[in-house]
């Protein structure tokens, strides 16, 4: 088992560039929550995916969207890039049957605005 | 809104020591989760310890205990025997017990092992 991979590793953009993410979720898990943790924070949730909808909005502007695919990996695009969404970006999944606590992570996508 | 504080950015301990990290919430909910999360510099997050507000027995997983004050609000993480390898980020994290609803994450405590 894989896990919850995310690509890429690292990225490099600049001010007003659009950025995508991608998350792949654990085998037999199906939400799909992403997390934006800056330098120094512990992580702040975005929002969370589950049937291909958005089911849950944290306090984060309209530049940041995103999608889920059948297959439920995901996607997370941010457009207008400012230098304050420098961050690492988590992705973490769960499967919505299974116990409340389980919650798995990737290994973030660390994201530079330059 | 609930909120999480973590009031010590770093600790250091040594190794084969014992050292506790201290973690308060707000919350108006009754029934809920805490958890502690490690981050190695590897950034994975990993599950170290999570505990059932209902549950007055502190969780207890090998190394890793917490000491549960519910009236309190308080979650602290008590490390034994101290090993190179718990050198980490370490986060407080809360959640509702029912529905999907996110993790709530206070700031983290560093902490540094001292061979």
């Known amino acids: 088992d894989a896990g919850v991979t995310q690509s890429p590793t690292h990225l490099i953009k600049t001010r007003g560039q659009q950025v995508t993410l991608r998350c792949s979720p654990k085998?037999?898990?199906?939400?799909v929550s992403w997390y934006q943790q800056a330098l120094g924070q512990g992580p702040q949730f975005i929002f969370q995916?589950?049937?291909?909808?958005?089911?849950q909005r944290g306090n984060f502007p309209d530049r940041f969207s995103g999608h889920q695919f059948p297959n439920y990996s995901s996607e997370l695009n941010v457009n207008a890039l400012l230098l304050g969404d420098s961050a690492l970006y988590l992705c973490a999944s769960r499967p919505t049957g299974g116990l409340s606590y389980e919650q798995y992570f990737g290994p973030g996508t660390r994201l530079t605005v330059t | 809104a609930q909120t999480v504080t973590q009031s010590q950015p770093e600790m250091s301990v040594q190794e084969a020591e014992t050292v506790t990290l201290s973690c308060t919430y707000d919350t108006s909910e009754s029934d809920y989760y805490l958890f502690w999360y490690k981050q190695p510099p590897s950034r994975q997050m990993i599950l170290v310890i999570r505990q059932e507000a209902y549950k007055q027995q502190n969780a207890t997983e090998n190394r890793f205990s917490v000491n549960f004050q519910k009236a309190a609000k308080s979650f602290s993480l008590k490390i034994s025997d101290s090993q190179l390898g718990d050198a980490a980020m370490y986060f407080c994290a809360y959640r509702t017990y029912s529905g999907n609803t996110p993790l709530v994450f206070g700031k983290g405590t560093r902490l540094s092992v001292i061979a």
């Open positions: 995916y589950y049937e291909e909808e958005e089911r």
């Open positions: 085998s037999g898990h199906d939400t």
